[in-house]
């Protein structure tokens, strides 16, 4: 079976740093590329990162460039979500999704079940 | 920045056909895709590349095209349909990825 775990959410305050993991099971890991995804709570999807197989290519949302580093390590069939300088605004739920495009950008599926992460003083 | 552009609400009673549209200038380069999430849940693809529906998703799901809006139908609506679903692309070059504001699938 397919499965996205990820981890690493909780509370951290305003200007502080955060790394999510997200734990790939069932398939060749190595083989695709993959996203992370965040929802606002009440609030619609944001596509926020793009990493290809192999890391050779990388994509941020203006909203998170220069803050966010997506990362991965394919022996340990892992996605990292490193970020820093956190806003209020950056309080979600953050998804991982696999990916089957090779260097842009394409559907998601299957998606992790989410971690939280919330940004308050 | 690029937009995708969803209605914010759709109803229909059960056994009608819902239509849930999204429009967006890149759409006649890039394929759109459709998620529905339930709430609690992670969104799951019901519809990808315009038109293809995934393994395990029902046959009243649909997708089609037409310029800049592509538009999912759900015909014979069940309860269990009652969801949000959100539209999803990528920006002309491919590289930034989009979501439309998603349409809250109400049955009556």
């Known amino acids: 079976e397919v499965q996205l775990v990820e981890s690493g959410g909780g509370l951290v305050q305003p200007g502080g740093s955060l790394r999510l993991s997200c734990a790939a099971s069932?398939?060749?890991?190595?083989?695709?590329?993959m996203n992370w995804v965040r929802q606002a709570p009440g609030k619609g999807l944001e596509w926020v990162s793009y990493?290809?197989?192999?890391?050779?290519?990388?994509y941020y949302a203006d909203s998170v460039k220069g803050r966010f580093t997506i990362s991965r390590d394919n022996a340990k069939n892992s996605l990292y979500l490193q970020m820093n300088s956190l806003r209020d605004e950056d309080t979600a739920v953050y998804y991982c999704?696999?990916?089957?495009?090779?260097?842009?950008?394409?559907?998601?599926?299957?998606w992790g079940q989410g971690t939280l992460v919330t940004v308050s003083s | 920045s690029y937009e995708l552009t969803q209605p914010p609400s759709v109803s229909v009673s059960p056994g009608q056909t819902a239509r849930i549209t999204c429009s967006g200038d890149?759409?006649?380069?890039?394929?759109a895709y459709w998620y529905q999430q339930k709430p609690g849940q992670a969104p799951v693809l019901v519809i990808y590349?315009?038109?293809e529906r995934p393994s395990g998703i029902p046959e009243r799901f649909s997708g089609s095209s037409s310029g800049t809006t592509v538009t999912l139908t759900i015909s014979g609506v069940q309860a269990e349909d009652e969801a949000d679903y959100y539209c999803?692309?990528?920006?002309?070059?491919?590289?930034?990825?989009?979501f439309g504001g998603g349409t809250k699938l109400t049955v009556l």
């Open positions: 999704a696999r990916d089957p495009g090779m260097a842009t950008i394409n559907w998601f599926d299957p």
């Open positions: 069932g398939f060749t890991f190595s083989s695709y590329s």
């Open positions: 990493i290809s197989s192999s890391s050779s290519t990388i």
């Open positions: 890149a759409l006649p380069k890039q394929y």
């Open positions: 590349k315009d038109s």
């Open positions: 999803q692309s990528a920006d002309s070059s491919g590289t930034r990825g989009v």
